[in-house]
């Protein structure tokens, strides 16, 4: 399984929407808050391209998006593609 990391804060429906998709299927993932934390907040925005919303979602370092991109790449059958190793 591929490298997860999403950035969230606690009180964002969709971070626990995106949470709860990778939970389902069984993956593991490294959650940041950047609501408690200004320098990660930079680093989002930095890998995301100037993307401000949470969630920002990346696998093995590459940015897919919030989590409307998430669910739609599991709603087109290819996010499992994208996290098997």
Excluded: W
């Excluded at 606690?10 to 389902?24: D, E, I, S, V």
């Excluded at 490294?30 to 680093?43: G, L």
Aim: aromatic letters at 8%; proline letters at 2%.
């Amino acid at each position: 399984m591929k490298k997860v990391e999403i950035y969230t804060t606690p009180l964002c429906g969709y971070c626990h929407a995106a949470k709860r998709l990778l939970k389902n299927k069984g993956v593991g993932f490294e959650e940041t808050n950047v609501m408690i934390n200004a320098s990660k907040r930079n680093e989002m925005l930095a890998r995301s391209g100037g993307r401000t919303l949470v969630p920002q979602i990346f696998i093995d370092g590459k940015h897919i998006g919030g989590f409307d991109d998430l669910n739609a790449l599991e709603y087109d059958d290819r996010l499992d593609a994208m996290l098997a190793a």
